[in-house]
């Protein structure tokens, strides 16, 4: 499996922008247009998932110094099944950061729980801290979440950092 990097215009960006808006209902996802105007960001990754010259999923993620934050990952429904998912969570850990983190929903749901059960599968772990996903847009509202991150945080202050930084560098630097 590779991973395309993708920093402005491209032909796998209309099947993106369909798993995106399908995978991630509008409140926890930015607008496509504005992704695409942030293509450019040095920071942030939009990449196609691709097997055999063919877009598979994406995998939209952030990387700095001592963290790699997963903002969104999403297979092709249709290739769901073939553990692709774990081939590029496999892929992603071998840039060899200090923590990785992502977002869940709360584990409410048998859909939720199975999510949550997957991203434990690759050595992820569920952070006991109470977390609000940043809206992505200034008039939004903080939608109740958890962090999930290898390794785990044990310490309330050093999660509260990992938000921080989360907060103003993925949500609030752009509005």
Not at 20 to 48: G, N, W
Not at 73 to 89: M, S, T
Not at 136 to 165: C, H
Request: with cysteine; proline share 7%.
């Amino acid at each position: 499996m590779q991973f395309l990097r993708i920093t402005g215009p491209h032909p796998y960006l209309a099947t993106i922008q369909v798993w995106y808006e399908q995978a991630f209902p509008m409140e926890e996802r930015r607008d496509f247009t504005q992704l695409l105007q942030m293509l450019d960001s040095p920071d942030m990754h939009v990449c196609a998932l691709v097997e055999q010259e063919k877009p598979i999923g994406f995998i939209i993620y952030w990387q700095w110094d001592n963290l790699i934050y997963v903002e969104h990952f999403a297979v092709d429904p249709e290739q769901r099944g073939r553990q692709l998912g774990q081939k590029a969570l496999q892929s992603l850990m071998t840039l060899k950061k200090a923590t990785y983190v992502l977002e869940v929903e709360l584990p409410t749901d048998d859909m939720s729980q199975r999510r949550v059960r997957f991203y434990e599968r690759q050595g992820f772990f569920l952070n006991p801290f109470a977390y609000k996903q940043p809206p992505y847009r200034s008039n939004g509202t903080a939608i109740p979440m958890k962090l999930m991150s290898i390794p785990a945080i044990e310490d309330w202050n050093a999660f509260q950092q990992v938000s921080q930084q989360i907060d103003e560098k993925v949500y609030r630097r752009f509005y």
